[in-house]
Nanobody, 126 residues
Framework: QVQLVESGGGLVQPGGSLRLSCAVS????????VGWFRQAPGKEREGISC????????DYAESVQGRFIISSDNAKNSIYLQLNALKPEDTGAYYC???????????????????WGQGTQVTVSS
């Protein structure tokens, strides 16, 4: 059974940084798409970053471009999201996602992912 477990969320001041981790078990990362999604209070979940572990394609939502960095470590079977220059509007629950079917590229669309974590809360406030 595939499990994704996020960690690293918390309360941070505006301008601060956090590093989110997503540990994958029950499946070995290889040539897959992985993504990070965010759901702010009262809003729909949105895709903010994705990565193809096959061809290293990355994509970012415009709202986080230049501030967030996605990465993966196949040896640790984990994916990461470095959050820099955080803003109050970055507050929300952050979810990692995995597309187990191998292929090229990635997308910021929920429908391509078949496995999800439970989320980790990020709160940006002074």
């Amino acid at each position: 059974q595939v499990q994704l477990v996020e960690s690293g969320g918390g309360l941070v001041q505006p301008g601060g940084s956090l590093r989110l981790s997503c540990a994958v078990s029950g499946f070995t990362l290889g040539e897959n798409a992985v993504g990070w999604f965010r759901q702010a209070p009262g809003k729909e979940r949105e895709g903010i970053s994705c990565l193809s572990t096959r061809d290293l394609t990355v994509d970012y939502a415009e709202s986080v471009q230049g501030r967030f960095i996605i990465s993966s470590d196949n040896a640790k079977n984990s994916i990461y999201l470095q959050l820099n220059a955080l803003k109050p509007e970055d507050t929300g629950a952050y979810y990692c996602a995995l597309r187990r079917l191998s292929g090229h590229g990635c997308a910021l669309a929920e429908w391509i992912y078949d496995s999800w974590g439970q989320g980790t809360q990020v709160t940006v406030s002074s």
